[in-house]
């Protein structure tokens, strides 16, 4: 039998509009790590979202992003600004202040689906409450050590463990779960998808960023477009799978050692199109 693969993204309609692409909103980045911002918005965008939103502690990081990422719109410290998203993004190089876990908490009582990932994931392993009452879909995207402090258990290497570990984090947090990783681990705690692309040259900081901007993106269009063959499980998987093939790309271009976090980015039109042609 054929392994399951992740559908592509349905298509839009020709007469479809920003607001049916979906609206993300990505709630990234610090003085200190500007590029997380960058990475997630460029990524969202490139897979397909609307418009994409980029919350900001302060006005500093607008300066610094919006050069690299134009087509993006800006919130500053303004958690209102969370409510109008078709889909969330919380995390990466956001820091661990009460900043921080504050919009985490408030990110988790919005319903559309939400993706924590690096910095949210500390917050979430020390404070499991921030999500206990969410009922919208909840995807976490751990590397092994964040896996590790979400169980309180240390993550095995092996292919069983790995996957014994993410459904243990999926029925502990009701979430579905990407463990990152050699072959790629995406759970609800029932289905199952372990990812055939991805190469050693991902292993550079900044690629977990990359897949949270196109987890995010694919996961608005859940949203917009009511696709009931395009489930939350659907985009998280099918997000795993284009990350990892636009980094076999970039790889086979440029070489593992020289790739960085953006040639991902660069690469994911192409990583798209080749998906979508299979369709």
Not at 190 to 202: I, K
Not at 260 to 266: E, F
Request: net charge neutral; proline share 7%.
């Amino acid at each position: 039998m054929e392994p399951w693969l992740p559908p592509p993204p349905p298509r839009l309609p020709e007469n479809a509009h920003k607001g049916l692409a979906g609206r993300v909103v990505a709630a990234c980045g610090s003085a200190t790590m500007p590029g997380a911002a960058i990475l997630v918005a460029r990524a969202a965008q490139r897979a397909g979202a609307g418009l994409v939103r980029v919350w900001c502690r302060d006005a500093a990081l607008v300066a610094i992003v919006a050069p690299a990422a134009p087509e993006a719109v800006f919130a500053v410290a303004d958690l209102a600004a969370l409510d109008d998203a078709d889909a969330l993004a919380v995390g990466p190089g956001l820091g661990l202040d009460d900043i921080a876990r504050d919009l985490v908490r408030r990110a988790a009582r919005i319903a559309t689906p939400l993706v924590l990932d690096a910095d949210a994931l500390t917050l979430l392993a020390r404070e499991p409450e921030l999500v206990a009452a969410r009922r919208a879909p909840l995807v976490l995207t751990p590397h092994p050590g964040e896996a590790a402090r979400l169980l309180g258990r240390s993550v095995p290497s092996d292919p069983d463990g790995r996957l014994d570990a993410a459904r243990a984090i999926a029925a502990r947090y009701r979430a579905i779960v990407c463990l990152k990783g050699r072959a790629t681990v995406v759970t609800d705690g029932e289905r199952a998808f372990v990812n055939d692309t991805g190469n050693s040259g991902m292993a550079t900081a900044g690629a977990g960023d990359v897949l949270t901007g196109i987890a995010v993106a694919y996961l608005a269009q859940t949203v917009t477009l009511a696709d009931a063959a395009w489930t939350p499980f659907d985009a998280v998987a099918c997000a795993v799978r284009v990350h990892g093939l636009a980094g076999d790309l970039a790889a086979e271009r440029l070489g593992r050692r020289a790739l960085v976090a953006s040639d991902l980015i660069a690469f994911l039109s192409e990583a798209q199109l080749r998906l979508d042609s299979d369709r």
